[in-house]
């Protein structure tokens, strides 16, 4: 089962601060999440509706979804939000909430983790 799935709007695409990095913004309404995506494997267009999923066993997924795994390695309150992080060996998803992901007992501190992003649309 899942840790977190949710129904997502892509609300941007900018670029990132490297060449060929895309930085995916993501509103998923009680939280929200910004994923690094190179160009060559972004499939993501803004208004796309997605199912955010983060998962410590590999969930099912298709070619056009977009799933990677990694490591929860941080977590901090910064003003009245939880800031985690996720490394995807490189590429960072940033999640923003109210109540965060280790402090509320979702995920532990260096779990392997799943990361998938399924089109809706």
């Known amino acids: 089962m899942p840790a977190i799935e949710k129904e ?6 900018v670029p990132g601060s490297l060449k060929g990095l895309k930085l ?6 009680d939280f929200t999440a ?4 190179v160009q060559e494997i972004d499939i993501f267009d803004e208004g796309n509706e997605v199912v955010f999923v983060v998962s ?3 969930p099912n997924y298709t ?7 990694g490591y929860l390695f941080y977590e901090k309150k910064s003003d009245n939000a ?5 490394s995807l060996y490189g590429l960072l998803v940033k999640i923003v909430s109210n109540s965060g ?10 779990d392997h983790v799943y ?3 399924k089109k809706l649309n």
Not at 63 to 69: L, V
Request: a neutral charge.
């Open 115 to 117: 990361v998938c992003i």
């Open 8 to 13: 997502c709007k892509v609300i941007s695409k």
């Open 24 to 29: 995916l913004n993501l509103d998923c309404g």
């Open 63 to 69: 070619p056009n979804d977009f799933c990677a795994h």
């Open 82 to 86: 939880f800031v985690s992080l996720i």
């Open 56 to 58: 410590r066993d590999k």
């Open 34 to 37: 910004t994923v690094d995506l």
């Open 101 to 110: 992901i280790t402090s509320s007992g979702i995920l532990n501190m260096m």
